[in-house]
C-alpha cells in the first residue's frame, strides 16, 4: 500500500476466528516494539501496518509479519478475548427508533430489548468516527434498514441498529441507524492513556438499566467513579 504501509489480507470469509487471528497479531506487533511502526489497523479481513520506510524497510516488516503469521497457525495460540459490558437505557428519548423496529418485525419492545442483550458482540473493527463499533452477531428477527434520510443531531451513547448490524455512536453527530438506546459511558476520551473503552477484538454485552440507573452511572462516569466491566470471555 504504496511506500508507508503493508497489508495482510486474508481470502477467508470475515468470522470469530479470523478475527481473533487478526487481533493477536495486532497485539503481536504492540508487544514486539519494532521501531518504525507508527499504526496497526485491524478491519473485517485485513490488518494494514502504517510504517516509517526511512526506519524499517519494506522487507523486513514483511518478514516479521510472515514469521508472526506462522505462529498463528494453532488457534491454541491465539491471545484470549474479553467482553465489555455496556450499561443501556432502552426507549422513551434515549431510543426514539425501537418502535420502529419492533413494528418493522412485528415484535413488542420488550422482545426488541430482550433479543438485544442476549448476545455478545464482536468488535470486528472500529471507523467511521473514533470509537464507533462495527459489531457482528445481530439477531435477524430485528435487524431494520437504515433511515433514508439521516438525522442532523444523534446523541452521544445512542445504541442503534442499521441493517443486520448494531453499534454506538461514541459522540453526538449525524447518523441514520435506528436508535433503540443509550448508554451513560463515555465510549471516546481523547485525553486519557487508553482513549477507547474497547477494541477491536472484543466483546459487548449491552445490559438493560432504567432511568435512575442511568443517572447514578452518568454521574458516576463524570466523577471518574464508575469501573466499566471488561472480563475475560470462557471458553
Known sequence: MGDSAIQLF????????????????????????????IESV??????????????????TLKQ????????????DKL?????????????????PDIALV???????????????TQKDYLIYMMGFMPGFPYLGGLDKKIATPRHENPKARVEAGS???????????PFQSPGGWNIIGRTPLKLFQPDNEQPFLYKPGDYLR??????????EIEEAVKQGTYHVKREEMKG
Open 159 to 169: 445504541v442503534g441498529i442499521a441493517g443486520d448490524q448494531t453499534g454506538i455512536y
Open 79 to 95: 491471545s484470549p478475548s474479553y467482553v465489555v459490558t455496556i450499561p443501556t437505557l432502552y426507549g422513551n428519548e434515549y431510543g
Open 206 to 215: 449491552f445490559k438493560a438499566i432504567n432511568e435512575e440507573e442511568f443517572a
Open 42 to 59: 485491524p478491519s473485517y479481513k485485513a490488518l494494514t501496518v502504517f510504517y516509517e520506510p526511512w526506519n524499517l524497510s519494506y522487507d
Open 102 to 116: 419492533a413494528n418493522k418485525n412485528n415484535l413488542s419492545i420488550e422482545e426488541v430489548i430482550t433479543l438485544h
Open 10 to 37: 486474508f481470502k477467508e470469509e470475515p468470522s470469530p476466528l479470523l478475527n481473533r487471528t487478526i487481533s493477536s497479531i495486532c497485539k503481536g506487533l504492540e508487544g514486539k516494539k519494532i521501531t518504525g511502526i
Open 64 to 75: 516479521q509479519l510472515e514469521e508472526m503469521l506462522d505462529q498463528q497457525e494453532s488457534k
